[in-house]
């Protein structure tokens, strides 16, 4: 019963961060395991941040999408934090995603801890500073771009 | 050890462990609090939006632990938080205090910021495995924290006029109690032996001087020697009116419906 695995990811594709509609759990690097066992589909989840408060809806969006795939009759969520997420673990396809939404994908974390500033997603330069480390959700931090001379949202290295 | 399961198999593991999950949980829980008073009131939008994000993953943490005590056999997150008496919560006095000014709040974080990141460093490698993952994940997000508390304290101390002279004040009325946060309370010895915690009292505040030091030197805040043990301890349940306070608060709306399904 372990051939409906495909269709199990590619539902799980579906599913987006209730927060950044443009970016799937799955490009976050949010899914840690997926298990089957007859008609019975356990998903382990990594939170981004322990405190998120769109883990409720996550919960309910990944068991009502997967409950829809062929073979599928019972869906149990849980959240675990072993191994940590870190933002190491966002795709390439979900940092093109996060940019064309307008948030700046998180660059490695350096050797300076404030030096954490990502290129603009709008023009693409460097060197931009950080107005807040703190943003509009626990993951972001907001920046400001010199060439542009706007603020903008990235996602913050952890 | 590998579950709570496991726990319940060697007498006083549980209780020990019970002990040090609500002192971290409660830390927690009356910091974010606090930080969330600061809504709509911080001096400037930045901070509205720092301290509600910070408040949040307080919160969120404490929640963490409360799920952990959960999984020991106390009752849920929300009773634990919201339908428990102040003779039980285990936080540090300190952090029960009301914030006070802009440098009060910014060097009380900054001191609990501080010792956090040393009491999650120590139990990052706990022998209590569920315990060791979680702070894992919790000290990436803390880091952030101690940058902006440690810039705003090095900042105001050496700004010189007003913001050095509240600074050296909040430093001086916080010093009498902050060594109220090194206490692991009456389950010290039993964590220690059970290999919860690697280290002890003495040394996490040996451990944080070594850090807060450095800072007091940027900020030109004269060190104001080792704190010294309050005489109340919030570990063994001791607390002021001011918690009382901050309950009423804090559960008033909980209280209004214990039953109400949010």
Known sequence: MSDNRDA??????????????TISLVDLGMIHRLQVEGKRVTVEILPTFVGCPALDIIRRDVRKRLLRVEGVADVEVKFVYHPPWTSERITEEGRKRLASFGIAPPRPAGDNPMDIVPPCPYCGAEGGEIQNLFGPTACRSIFYCRRCRQPFEGMKPV | MESAAEAAKISGYREALTELLFQLADDELVMGHRDSEWLGLA?????????SSIAQDEVGHSVYYFERLHELGETDSDRLAFDRGADRRRNAVVLERPNGDWAYTIARHFFYDVFDQI?????STSGYVPLAHGVTKIRREEHYHLLHMRLWFTRLGSAGGEAT?????????????????????????RLLEF?????????????????????FEEAKIPWPGSPAVPEIDGRKGEHTSDLERLLDSMTEVFRLDPAAKW
Do not use: C, N
């Not at chain 2, 001096?43 to 301290?51: K, N, R, T, Y």
């Not at chain 2, 009491?119 to 139990?123: F, K, M, S, Y």
């Open chain 2, 43 to 51: 001096p400037d939008i930045e901070e509205d939006v720092a301290f």
């Open chain 2, 195 to 215: 290999g919860i915690i690697p280290i002890g009292a003495a040394e996490l505040k040996r451990r944080w001087e070594d850090q807060v030091r450095p800072a």
């Open chain 2, 165 to 189: 002279e509240r600074m050296r004040r909040a430093v001086r009325d916080l010093w009498t109690e902050i060594g109220g946060l090194f206490s692991l309370g009456d389950a010290e010895s």
């Open chain 2, 119 to 123: 009491r999650l460093e120590a139990l």
């Open chain 1, 8 to 21: 199990l990811w590619q539902a799980l594709q579906e599913v987006k961060d209730p927060e950044i509609p």
